[in-house]
């Protein structure tokens, strides 16, 4: 079928729609009506996080949907504030709470914080492994890793994330980061997939999109797709909900694929913070 979402299959067995929805920055008060035309639409899959600040919106969309729990992959992290083991238990209680469910898809460490808490995420990442253990997460991953935090979960933790959430679209693309997910079975997910828009007019991106008769932001996240990244693109305009969607019924050559990757501005290229130095817990 044109606009089915594959699954892709992670390395604890479990599987994943590779197009998700996105729920950063939108505002409790439109979450609700944002996710629910997401699911009417076709997405299954809903990221979110307890610093948006609406994980009780995801919820409640989602049990209003008429959709069985299990249809529906949803993700949401821990927060900044609670990487000290007891706090992520209690962090990850409320985060069940908040959505109102016995268990989560998928729950990551938001991000590494490694000047923070002596620079240990491995006893963060160690409590997750336990919430894995009793079944409440299903998978478990990080989100902003950089290479020698994942190699320092290698020598140090059990269990291998299922996903690294990280910074990637035409002007970061991020490469070293995700060939390290590519070798050991980490799977990348790609957040600001269109980089919150400053990429959707490059003449390239527009060139492309003329050629094949499509948006930019069709071009850009069918490049993600073909990458094999995970995406979830944010909207909470219904058309652009529906247009993010509709990537699945065309392709991009590797000519094309190879200008956009081309675009690549390495670290000036980012539109979020750095992790090796964002320290922030919110108040
Ligand atoms: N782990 C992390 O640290 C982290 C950090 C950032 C994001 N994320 C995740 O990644 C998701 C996506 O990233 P993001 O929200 O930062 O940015 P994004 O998805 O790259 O871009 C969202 C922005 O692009 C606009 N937009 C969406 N579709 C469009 C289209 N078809 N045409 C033109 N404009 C369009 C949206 O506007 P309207 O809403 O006005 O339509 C919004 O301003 C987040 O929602 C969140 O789930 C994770």
Avoid: C
């Avoid at 050559?253 to 817990?281: H, Q, W």
């Amino acid at each position: 079928m044109a606009h089915t979402v594959p699954d892709i299959s992670l390395n604890d067995g479990n599987t994943i729609p590779q197009l998700g929805f996105g729920v950063y920055q939108i505002e409790p008060k439109d979450t609700a009506a944002a996710v629910s035309r997401a699911l009417e639409i076709g997405y299954r899959h809903i990221d979110t996080a307890e610093m948006y600040g609406n994980e009780a919106e995801v919820g409640a969309a989602i049990r209003t949907s008429g959709l069985d729990r299990g249809e529906v992959f949803v993700t949401s992290k821990l927060n900044n504030g609670f990487h000290r083991p007891e706090d992520a238990r209690k962090a990850f209680e409320s985060t069940l709470s908040a959505l109102k469910m016995d268990h989560i898809d998928l729950f990551l460490i938001h991000w590494p914080l490694p000047t923070r808490y002596d620079g240990d995420f491995v006893s963060t990442w160690k409590a997750l492994e336990e919430f894995r253990r009793d079944g409440r997460a299903r998978s478990i991953g990080v989100s902003n890793f950089q290479v020698p935090h994942l190699e320092r979960l290698a020598a140090e933790a059990d269990v291998v994330p299922a996903v690294n959430q990280i910074e990637v679209h035409p002007y970061l693309t991020n490469e070293q980061v995700r060939a390290y997910g590519d070798a050991h079975n980490i799977l990348t997910e790609a957040w600001s997939p269109i980089a919150q828009g400053r990429v959707l007019d490059d003449p390239t991106i527009v060139d492309i999109a003329e050629q094949v008769g499509r948006t930019s932001a069709q071009v850009v996240l069918r490049w993600h797709v073909q990458r094999g990244d995970i995406v979830f693109p944010k909207s909470t305009t219904p058309k652009r909900i529906e247009e993010n969607f509709r990537i699945f019924d065309f392709t991009l050559d590797d000519t094309a694929m190879e200008r956009i990757s081309g675009l690549d501005k390495g670290e000036t290229g980012r539109t979020g913070p750095n992790p090796d130095v964002f320290d922030y817990i919110p108040a």
